[in-house]
């Protein structure tokens, strides 16, 4: 099955906004086993669009375009489909409605220009919008007068703004898909969340005892960034879960602690998850990390059950006042070092009277790094009732990545003890 | 001119990898008046890459595409470039030296595979990789045998991560398009950054009074999303520079307050610079942004010199042992009160002995609204020594929209103070 995606929208191709669609679109898809061939972005211009959707209805079995339904006068993908495939826009009453509906319940005046929205090509099929105006149209090409071999084609078109085209695409685009284009093969695949090790070897540690599995048709695949590595598993067709099944404990097995979670669980997920259930509280001083840990963790709904309080200690003066971190510390040992790390961590935990205190000193740089305690030296602490650990970490990136790793550091540091 | 973008990768096309080379590219391109007509994204395929390159040389005068250089087996689009061209690889030398000396330097060995990326088209432009070992080549497909006016074609390699990507865009693809393929006529460009306003009631206030000037050949676009609107002015040819000052000087009175900065500034790097300008101190007590502001603030380099302390109030508990807010605020008016937000800010302003002390308290949702005060209520406040300023908003948007838009507000209000 060919499949391919096309974008609309000049501020695209202007460089004004970050193409998401296809990611997340190609990602949904992949996932139940089809793979996107080809994705094309496009400025909103009749003559273009026509020619490119043609081009695509030639090759392709599936046609996906975004963009280009809404009310306003540069929204003329409906009609210029329309004209593609010859066929005449009527008036959908029921769509009028729910149009109508949508600023009445809003308490807003329809404009006129909203209207458009409901003409529709006939014979085409309305996906709902839940959370907007715009309809979604799925048309089947029957038969296909771009296609030589003159097989049907579906041309799918999904409104620009994410937060209708997503709900749109798991309500409407996908139980469609089922049942009039079902994947060649049924594809089972699971993803592994990692940290700890870098990309190369934790494929060091895994490729060669999956090689059998490899060979039995499991696809393997790697998706790494500075601090957190996926390995995605999947198979197709029969057996494809036990199969997947038996690659995942066998990944548990050889990675044991490094693997953290599976799909969309994220470490600060993983945590607000674990804590929550064992009615537990953290606290959190940061100095180079600067608050992201604190962000990170209040991102997940629930945080507030959990985070008794998050100090962002950057000064000196306030790791003496807020964290009780001595004078002696700071200038014997220096900011950054494993003692105030430890004092900072047993400071957060005291004042704050929670169970668990992260602490992360160091240098993020640009500038502040010394000879013996370069740019990127950074310090992680945890303390809890069994007393204090702190890990030192050397993390040379540039500014937003250190703070990132770092975090990813101090969390995961929290998480193994809570394994424990 | 026509220009078309090749992204290629299996990676983007499964959904794993967000294509972020379509924006910046196309977003350095617009800024000198260039217009991309396509972009497309393709797996590692030599015969779908060579179908796409050979397309689009038959229609377009510059060719750029990503990816596919380095020295792994699924590498290979500079030998199916040199196929579809019908040009000789050849070892270059200058280019060897360079890959053995980038392992050098850094004291590793160099893998044999690495040496593949020294081999270059017959009559191509190396192009240097400052930060990795795979050049970058520029050729010129001339005569042209697939374009049918048989005009001559530029095709521009680059590699795919970015850090290696945008130096070499920067500092060898621009001057060659300088030279080779200087813009129809150039553009000058400027984009006044605004907050306090939605889209189109900035586009109410500016449309009008501009349209003189958007008559005589000025270009006027928006760009926004929630709390925060992009004003791009662009003209061509000669007197763009004074067309474009002279709509600036228009929109800076027409919105007077709410333009905070021009090009790629941002509010926390405008408070950054002030702050440090004036050096002046902040301090931050935030409850519902949950730590963001202090990330925001400390991702910009040179924060440590103007944030003393952060602190993430959560927990009443915590506002009151860090902040004095007292009990009685509390019971009588609630965590999400004017009341608190004036104590935390005034709280934090004198514990941290800072010039100024911005506060948040909200329900950033989903759990914890009420009737009286539903989810999306905020109250942001702002402490200095004339006083104490509190600010009360509504954010009914999901969990990460709320801590954004809030984190907006605060940071607004301390730039409109600084102003006066």
């Not at 090409?141 to 799918?156: A, H, K, M, Q, Y």
């Not at 699971?190 to 060091?204: A, C, D, I, N, R």
């Not at 964290?323 to 900011?335: C, I, K, P, S």
């Not at 703070?403 to 809570?418: E, F, G, H, I, P």
Request: one cysteine or more; charged letters at 20%; a neutral charge.
């Amino acid at each position: 099955m060919r499949i391919e995606l096309i974008n609309t929208g000049s501020e695209l191709l202007l460089g004004r906004v970050l193409n998401t669609h296809q990611q997340w679109i190609c990602r949904q898809l992949a996932d139940l086993g089809y793979e996107v061939n080809r994705q094309t972005c496009l400025a909103d211009d009749g003559g273009q669009i026509q020619a490119a959707v043609r081009e695509s209805l030639s090759r392709a079995d599936l046609v996906i375009t975004t963009g280009g339904l809404g009310p306003t006068s540069d929204d003329l993908t409906r009609n210029w489909i329309a004209q593609l495939l010859n066929r005449e826009l009527f008036l959908d009453q029921e769509t009028l409605a729910q149009i109508e509906q949508y600023f009445a319940q809003r308490h807003r005046t329809m404009p006129a220009t909203a209207q458009v929205q409901a003409w529709i090509p006939a014979g085409a099929r309305v996906l709902r919008n839940a959370n907007g105006t715009a309809p979604g149209l799925a048309i089947e090409v029957r038969p296909n007068p771009f296609r030589g071999d003159g097989l049907p084609s579906w041309l799918i078109l999904l409104p620009g703004p994410p937060r209708e085209l997503r709900p749109m695409f798991s309500e409407s685009v996908l139980p469609l898909l089922a049942r009039e284009l079902p994947p060649p093969e049924k594809l089972f695949s699971l993803t592994l969340k990692t940290t700890g090790l870098g990309e190369s070897l934790v494929e060091e540690k895994i490729a060669g005892p999956l090689q059998k599995l490899v060979e039995a048709g499991l696809e393997l695949g790697y998706c790494a960034r500075i601090g957190e590595v996926e390995v995605r598993l999947a198979a197709r067709g029969g057996g494809a879960e036990s199969m997947v099944h038996l690659a995942e404990d066998l990944v548990r097995q050889l990675l044991g602690p490094l693997v953290y979670g599976v799909g969309d669980e994220s470490l600060e997920s993983t945590l607000v998850r674990i804590l929550t259930e064992r009615g537990k509280t953290i606290a959190l001083a940061e100095s180079c990390t600067g608050g992201m840990i604190a962000h990170r963790l209040t991102n997940m709904p629930g945080a507030s059950a959990v985070l008794k309080c998050g100090l962002v200690t950057y000064s000196n003066e306030s790791k003496r006042n807020f964290l009780d971190v001595t004078a002696a510390a700071l200038n014997e040992h220096g900011a950054v070092s494993e003692m105030v790390a430890r004092q900072m961590a047993q400071g957060a935990r005291r004042k704050c009277r929670a169970d668990y205190a992260l602490s992360v000193t160091g240098i993020a740089g640009p500038g502040g790094g010394s000879e013996s305690k370069p740019v990127g030296t950074v310090y992680v602490g945890l303390a809890d009732d069994r007393g204090t650990a702190v890990e030192p970490h050397f993390n040379p990136f540039d500014r937003e990545t250190f703070k990132w790793v770092t975090s990813q550091q101090a969390l995961d540091l929290l998480r193994r003890a809570l394994r424990a």
